[in-house]
């Protein structure tokens, strides 16, 4: 055994802790108290998926997804090296196959060797990109770095944060957490059943990766003739990518795992030596590329013509401040929930069916959780791909006096339900919702009106209205109304600044003096 | 149990080997089956033994159910009620009880308030935990006067620390989120930047407490009233749309948690209570800057009027009474100041007290 130089392996696995902590560590930095200046969305960025599916649906590489073209670089001349090296889900993979192993050492053999099966992530790639093609990104749902960001959104942190650990001042709650986390335990647990099955046979990212290294200059080589055929090469073997035989390029993640294996010195990683084994090509059907191909075309009608938001406007769909309007804002949000994580209110929910299929799991205001922060505009600045656009603090609350030249960002408008209402219905003074309205003059105003009770006593209060064109639908009056259950004030909707049908008055925007 | 365990597996390790004697032909036994393998013959004391263990188990079964039974559905438990001690120090007829502070520099104005009423040795002693009650409910910042001014908050914990405070710490349950209040409102760098910690109200953070008013029974309260020994308020002067204004006494909204927007259907008892429950040691109003209209989150510098006061007192209905001025309000239209004084928590006339008024720079 060397002493002194660390191994390939070594490194690869010092490389996988660095990554991996990163990832973590820029997930915890991601609040309004930690976020300064921080590349929160780094990782985000460097999946090249996400930037090509994106590009497909919008033909744009948008703004830090460019650090992508730096995965692809490398991998063309590496290899698949990222699945090992730098993606957390990857890494999470390998480490729960080590613990939740439950095969002999002899079957280690027969279990890492190619597997026709992992043909299934190629077609799956086929599909999701066909459909990009044609306008429909949900890549989101299956791109590994997408995922595992929402799963410890959504689902790990907030049950860390129960079991006690202090992420957040309030413990956070998300819609159907539990059920995008529970996605990721099963993806876990699978390597109970294959090594980096998820990472072997579905994971699209993977398959993306794989064709890029069709050809790569460095790679794991045998040397033919010091080879006795012995096959320890397989025993820990993470692609499963026949390093005893013909290499399965594409399927090799560099875990350089049979190198410290080999008793013969037969393998090295690196340009071909005189005697070096031949690779193998890609093994993929073109008849079944060409069936999920087709398959995901036919799906695109189904889904565009089933009920989405962007023909006909939901009153729960309330999209965070600078959304595009809806189709290309479904043609560019990848479900990543990094805008949830960043919200400071957790306002911000993963929609379930409410837009249609085509929108699970994308980002909207449930204001009994939570409200828009007037001042706040985080969500559009993590927003990986511009689905939220970047804004500014004065251009989303815009200005309302009367020489006022912006207009502020509308989510929706509020209503009062006036049968909940307590001054409305109930005698009862209240007007919370005019005390919290953030628009300045606010947009909930009241009228001192005398009535009289059931005991016929005149009693005088104050009963409120909303002034539509001031209102931008932050949400805040139904989140402090103080009937618990559904607040007398609710926000939809309506009236939201990126929709052009989803509308209410003709004249909508008069200048109420200041 | 393990004793007759050890046994079972001696005997039929014993069995597995001699199985062929004991089952006769070896065409009859199935090589390697385990599932023909005999129990030995149970002894006296083996039966006693199985029969002992089982109605253990049995009189366990019965043991937990005779303990666990129970005519209600749900335990009930009842949670620990905490009360609020009274943070006041000792009357000093001495010193005036309300001071009145005008100027342009906000710490020497403070320094002055708080040197009228004796000096802040006269409320702090060495060692003390200060805990510091500005208004911080609104992400908004200083100029819009939503929230205490941060020079103020500043100057209150320097005047604590000087005087021998062990910790200032300073709190609000904002209505806007926390952590976003504290730091737009210049209230968090202002505090750490004069020797006092920012305690967030995070949901644990919170104590059943007693309040023991006409309107408030027993509402969640920030759980460093309880571990502090000194309480400063630290209001701001603002209009309010349903009580008319909010100054001291309806600054302690902020140390409630849970649904405290009901408040708002009883709103001037509610003041009351409030302002019963939570006696300060010292309260210091922040009119440095005022909030006229739109109150009280404000947002627009059109409804902000500097007027460069500061009081400090020991009295919160004159300190109200004083300050309803600054917002054209008269007593008469803020019910809550006197059922505040029928209450016994203060003075609507404030000139009847011993009050002074001073100039700085």
């Known amino acids: 055994m060397k002493i002194g130089v660390p191994g390939l392996r070594t490194i690869r696995r010092i490389y996988a802790g660095f990554f991996l902590f990163l990832f973590l560590f820029l997930l915890w930095r991601s609040d309004f108290a930690h976020l300064q200046g921080y590349a929160v969305g780094l990782f985000l960025e460097l999946d090249p998926l996400t930037a090509l599916a994106a590009a497909l649906t919008s033909a744009t590489l948008y703004r830090g997804l460019a650090l992508a073209l730096l995965v692809i670089v490398l991998t063309l001349f590496l290899g698949r090296f990222f699945c090992s090296w730098v993606c957390p889900l990857g890494i999470l993979n390998q480490i729960s196959s080590h613990l939740f192993t439950s095969t002999r050492a002899a079957d280690d053999y027969k279990q890492n060797r190619y597997h026709p099966l992992f043909r299934v992530k190629y077609y799956l790639l086929a599909g999701l990109l066909v459909m990009a093609l044609l306008g429909v990104l949900q890549i989101g749902l299956l791109d590994p770095i997408a995922l595992l960001t929402r799963s410890f959104v959504t689902g790990v942190w907030p049950a860390l944060q129960w079991q006690g650990a202090e992420f957040y001042l309030s413990q956070p709650y998300f819609l159907g957490g539990a059920a995008i986390a529970a996605l990721l335990l099963a993806i876990l647990l699978a390597n109970r059943f294959m090594t980096r099955f998820w990472c072997r046979v579905l994971c699209p990212l993977g398959a993306l990766l794989g064709l890029l290294s069709w050809r790569p200059l460095l790679r794991i080589r045998r040397d033919v003739d010091r080879c006795t055929d012995c096959f320890k090469c397989l025993r820990y073997c993470q692609g499963g990518c026949d390093p005893n035989g013909a290499l399965r390029v594409s399927e090799c993640h560099l875990c350089m795992n049979c190198l410290e294996q080999c008793p013969e010195g037969a393998l090295h990683f690196g340009l071909p030596q005189p005697r070096s084994a031949l690779g193998k090509a890609l093994d993929v059907s073109r008849r079944r590329l060409v069936e999920s191909a087709l398959v995901a075309a036919a799906f695109v009608p189904l889904l565009r013509s089933s009920y989405s938001v962007a023909g006909t406007p939901h009153p729960a769909m309330i999209r965070p401040p600078g959304s595009l309007p809806e189709e290309p804002f479904l043609g560019r949000c990848i479900k990543c929930a990094a805008c949830m994580r960043v919200c400071p209110t957790n306002v911000l929910q993963p929609a379930l069916l409410e837009g249609g299929v085509e929108a699970l799991w994308t980002p909207i205001l449930v204001n009994r959780l939570g409200y828009c922060a007037h001042h706040c505009v985080l969500c559009g600045h993590v927003c990986p791909t511009g689905a939220i656009r970047p804004l500014t603090v004065p251009e989303k609350i815009g200005d309302n006096r009367p020489n006022g030249k912006q207009e502020a960002i509308k989510l929706g408008t509020a209503f009062f339900d006036h049968g909940r209402c307590l001054p409305w219905a109930m005698h009862t003074p209240c007007i919370v919702c005019e005390e919290v309205c953030p628009t300045a003059p606010k947009a909930i105003w009241y009228k001192k009106v005398e009535l009289q009770d059931r005991q016929g006593q005149k009693m005088a209060i104050k009963q409120p209205y909303v002034e539509p064109s001031l209102c931008i639908g932050c949400g805040i009056c139904e989140n402090k109304c103080p009937v618990a259950d559904q607040a007398a004030i609710r926000v939809t909707s309506v009236g939201e600044s990126r929709s052009l049908n989803n509308t209410m008055i003709l004249n909508n925007s008069p200048r109420i003096g200041a | ?361």
């Not at chain 2, 001699?18 to 599932?35: F, N």
């Not at chain 2, 009189?59 to 609020?84: C, D």
């Not at chain 2, 409804?303 to 008269?330: F, H, M, P, Q, R």
Request: with cysteine; aromatic share 6%; charged share 20%.
């Open chain 2, 1 to 361: 149990m393990d004793k007759h365990r050890e046994e079972d597996a001696t005997a039929s390790a014993a069995g597995a080997e001699s199985s062929e004697e004991e089952t006769g032909s070896p065409k009859t036994r199935r090589s390697g089956s385990r599932i023909n393998r005999v129990e030995p013959v149970w002894s006296r004391r083996r039966f006693l033994h199985e029969v002992g263990v089982s109605s253990g188990l049995a009189a366990g079964v019965a043991l937990l159910g005779y303990v666990g039974y129970s005519r209600q559905a749900v335990r009930e438990k009842s949670p620990e009620i905490h009360t609020l001690r009274d943070f006041r120090v000792t009357a000093d007829p001495h010193h005036p009880l309300l001071a009145v502070v005008r100027g342009q520099q906000v710490e020497a104005m403070v320094r002055e308030a708080v040197q009228v009423l004796g000096g802040m040795q006269r409320f702090i002693q060495r060692g003390d935990t200060v805990l510091l009650k500005p208004n911080v409910g609104w992400d908004r910042q200083p100029e819009q006067a939503a929230n205490t001014n941060p020079q103020v908050v500043a100057a209150v914990a320097r005047l604590c620390r000087e005087a021998g405070a062990k910790a200032v710490w300073v709190t609000d349950c904002s209505i806007n989120d926390p952590r976003r209040s504290f730091t737009r409102s210049g209230i968090e760098a202002a505090a750490q930047e004069a020797g006092a910690e920012v305690r967030f109200p995070g949901s644990n953070d919170f104590l059943m407490t007693d309040m023991k008013g006409s309107v408030l029974k027993v509402w969640p309260v920030l759980r460093y009233f309880q571990q502090a020994n000194k309480v400063i308020n630290l209001p701001v002067v603002k209009q309010h749309s349903l009580s008319g204004c909010t100054l001291a006494m309806k600054n302690w909204y902020g140390v409630l948690g849970g649904q405290r927007n009901r408040l708002h259907q009883n709103i001037h008892p509610s003041i009351v209570d409030l302002a019963a429950a939570v006696r300060p040691t010292l309260t210091v109003v922040d009119a440095t800057r005022i909030l006229l209209r739109n109150g009280p989150s404000g947002g627009s510098l059109d409804d902000v009027k500097v007027e460069n006061t500061i009081l400090a007192g020991l009295d919160e209905v004159a300190l109200d009474s004083w300050s309803l001025a600054l917002l054209g309000l008269g007593a008469s239209q803020v019910p809550y100041l006197a059922m505040a004084e029928q209450h016994g928590l203060g003075k609507v006339d404030w000139r009847s007290l011993n009050w002074m008024e001073r100039q700085v720079g």
